[in-house]
């Protein structure tokens, strides 16, 4: 049962893979908190593919103007991967970023 969810979860990261450069614009206190056991997975495979895993944090145009607290805890693995020609993978784990 939870291989045939793993499976679910890791086909939907595949199909809906990709994100907006979003705004982000935090003008008080911000705590992201990630907990996770078991595992995350964000892959692209095919050339050009571009993987991008983003776990409690800000990511666009940042600009914070006060406290900023994020935690990740992931009892497990974390996998981010593109493979291909060109391929890229980028992750963030609490962490901010943007220009």
């Known amino acids: 049962m939870v291989k045939s969810a793993f499976a679910?979860?890791?086909?939907?990261?595949?199909?809906?893979?990709?994100s907006a450069m979003a705004e982000v614009k935090i003008k008080g206190k911000n705590d992201q908190s990630t907990t996770v056991?078991?595992?995350v997975l964000n892959a692209a495979i095919g050339?050009?593919?571009s993987a991008k895993q983003n776990l409690s944090s800000n990511k666009g145009k940042v600009n914070?103007?006060?406290?900023?607290?994020?935690?990740?805890?992931?009892?497990g693995a974390v996998l981010n991967a593109a493979i291909g020609p060109g391929a890229k993978a980028e992750?963030?784990?609490?962490?901010?970023d943007g220009k």
Do not use: E, H, M
Request: glycine share 18%; charged share 10%; proline share 3%.
């Open 8 to 18: 679910i979860l890791a086909i939907g990261a595949f199909v809906f893979c990709g």
């Open 47 to 49: 050339p050009g593919a």
């Open 37 to 39: 056991q078991g595992a």
């Open 64 to 75: 914070i103007g006060g406290d900023n607290k994020q935690s990740t805890k992931v009892q």
């Open 91 to 96: 992750q963030n784990l609490s962490s901010n």
